[in-house]
Every structure is written in C-alpha cells, then in structure tokens.
C-alpha cells in the first residue's frame, strides 16, 4: 500500500511569490490535514479536510488556503511569502474510527520550502 | 488557549540508559493522545491512548496516559543509539476529529 506522496519535495521562492503543494493520500483516507513544521515552533496545524470539506482550520493568516479534490488529493496555496513560511510542511492523512481506522494520522517526508 | 508542552527538549544518554519523555496537556475536548518518532523524514507513529492508566508496549517502548492530571509519559529502556529522534506528542481535541495539537519534541541523543 503506497503512503502519502507529497510533492514537491524541496522548494525555493522568493518572497512575495505563491506556492503551491500538492499532497496523495493513501488510498482510502479521506481526511488529509496539513502543518507546518519549523525548529522554533514544532508542528502548528494548518487545516484538515474530509471529502472535499474544510473540517478544521488552525491559527494561520488567510495567505494559507487549501482544497481537497473528489479524489481525497489536497493541495495548499500559500500567496505572498514571507521569509517566516520557510519550514517543513507536512501532509497527513487518516481513516477515521467510524470507517474501520484507527485515527492515527499517517504523515509524508514533507515539502521543505525555503523563501529567499 | 489548547497546548501541549513537552519536557525535557533535550536529552543526551548512553546505550543501555532507561529514558522518560513527559507530555502535558491542556485542551477543550480532548480525544486521544498520540506519540510519535521523527528522525529525518516523516514521523513515524508509535502509540494512541485514549484511556486513563491503561500502559501500552511495543518492545522496549510503552506508554501511558492520567487523564486527570493531564500527562503522559513514554519510556524507553535499554536504549539504543538508534533510538536517537525527536519524539512527539499530539493531543487532538475539539469538537470535530482530527485537529490535532502538537508539543515541540523532546529531541533523544543515545550515545554508543
């Protein structure tokens, strides 16, 4: 069973440029969730979605938006860089309880944005 | 405000040397708590715990949960150098699944 795919892996922009990420879950998820990881702060939770839904939104400026497709494949947008959006960004994804999961949350290797 | 803080940051111990990662929590709804390891790529899961005193193990790993104190420990006996990650807690809470809050790591140094 192949695992969440995120692409691309490693980025570099410059600052006042968009990006955007794209992540595959594993086959079956359909919540996909999003975090940014950087050495200051950890992991901060950007927003989930399931079956297409915007279900959870974190603290973040409205410059991160994200979109799930039909096919439980999610990307995130982010307009406008700032030199603080370099960081990790993470996708999960998860089976809930109530489909036959686990609720874990299974993550990808990551897209490593730099903005110069 | 939910947060999860994680403690110690940083750990450095020889092979062989017992080890307690402190998780504590202070969220609206909690759910489950997660424990996870990340080395150089994508965290890998280790546990979920939901209920209160009940350990969980997985070789030289267990776990375990006080709901009324709001922690959770993970030790690692016998350690070995690759044991050496960072290892996370996640805490998801709330009033829909899968929002989950993160603590910053406590990042584990075995020494041969």
């Known amino acids: 069973k192949a695992g969440v795919t995120q692409t691309p892996r490693y980025l570099i922009k410059t600052r006042g440029q968009q990006v955007t990420l794209s992540c595959s879950p594993i086959?079956?998820?359909?919540?996909v969730s999003w975090y940014q990881q950087t050495p200051g702060q950890g992991l901060q939770f950007l927003f989930e979605?399931?079956?297409?839904?915007?279900?959870n939104k974190g603290n973040f400026p409205g410059r991160f938006s994200g979109r799930q497709f039909s096919n439980s494949r999610s990307e995130m947008n982010v307009s406008t860089l700032e030199l603080g959006d370099s960081a990790l960004y993470l996708c999960?994804?998860?089976?809930?309880?109530?489909?036959?999961?686990?609720?874990?949350?299974?993550f990808g290797e990551g897209s490593r944005l730099t903005v110069l | 405000e939910d947060k999860v803080v994680q403690s110690p940051l940083s750990l450095v111990v020889h092979e062989g040397d017992t080890v307690t990662l402190n998780c504590s929590y202070e969220?609206?709804?909690?759910?489950?708590l997660l424990w996870y390891k990340q080395e150089k790529k994508a965290p890998t899961f280790l546990f979920m715990l939901?209920?209160?005193?009940i350990e969980k193990k997985s070789g030289r790993l267990s776990s375990i949960l006080d709901k009324k104190e709001l922690f959770s420990i993970l030790n690692i006996t016998a350690t070995q150098t690759g044991d050496s990650a960072v290892y996370l807690c996640?805490?998801?809470?709330?009033?829909?699944?899968?929002?989950?809050?993160f603590g910053s790591g406590t990042k584990l140094n075995v020494k041969p």
């Open positions: 999960a994804s998860s089976l809930a309880p109530g489909l036959g999961g686990t609720g874990e949350l299974f």
């Open positions: 086959s079956g998820h359909r919540s």
């Open positions: 979605y399931f079956s297409e839904t915007q279900r």
């Open positions: 969220v609206t709804n909690f759910r489950s």
């Open positions: 939901t209920s209160s005193g």
């Open positions: 996640a805490v998801e809470a709330g009033y829909n699944f899968n929002k989950f809050y």
